[in-house]
């Protein structure tokens, strides 16, 4: 896992439905929420109570990212989503509570 932040000379060289490749993956989004050079650690636990459209606008505004990104981002105030795999197949539940693997079709209700 490469976890180096984006710059914003990466950021703007970036197609508008570019994903993110790199940065603290999320096994319930399957998602990489990208790390941003320009938003420090003191922002970012700043921003960690702050409301959603709160945390898209300042990712936008501060980054230059696209509404994607930074929609990434905000749904991820604290990080990626854990989540426990699934006992027959092994990939990731989609919530803690699954009772049920959509990847594999396995039922334990």
Same mark, same amino acid.
């Given at each position: 896992m490469?976890?180096?932040? #984006? ?6 060289? +970036?197609?508008?439905?570019a994903w993110?490749?790199?940065?603290? #993956?999320?096994?319930r989004?399957?998602? #990489? ?8 650690? !003191?922002?970012d ?5 702050a409301?959603?459209? !709160?945390?898209? @606008?300042?990712?936008?505004q501060?980054?230059g990212c696209?509404?994607?990104?930074a @929609?990434?981002?905000a ?6 989503? !854990? ?6 197949c092994?990939?990731p +539940?989609?919530? @803690? +509570?699954? @009772?049920?693997c959509?990847?594999?079709?396995? !039922?334990?209700h």
């Amino acid at each position: 896992m490469n976890d180096a932040p #984006y710059t914003r000379d990466e950021i703007e060289a +970036l197609n508008e439905e570019a994903w993110p490749e790199r940065g603290v #993956y999320c096994q319930r989004c399957r998602n #990489y929420i990208p790390i941003f050079e320009e938003i420090s650690k !003191d922002d970012d636990a700043r921003l960690a109570t702050a409301g959603f459209i !709160d945390r898209m @606008k300042f990712a936008r505004q501060t980054t230059g990212c696209s509404m994607r990104w930074a @929609k990434i981002w905000a749904l991820h105030p604290n990080g990626g989503h !854990d989540t426990a795999p699934c006992p027959n197949c092994g990939e990731p +539940l989609r919530t @803690k +509570l699954a @009772k049920q693997c959509l990847e594999c079709g396995a !039922d334990w209700h």
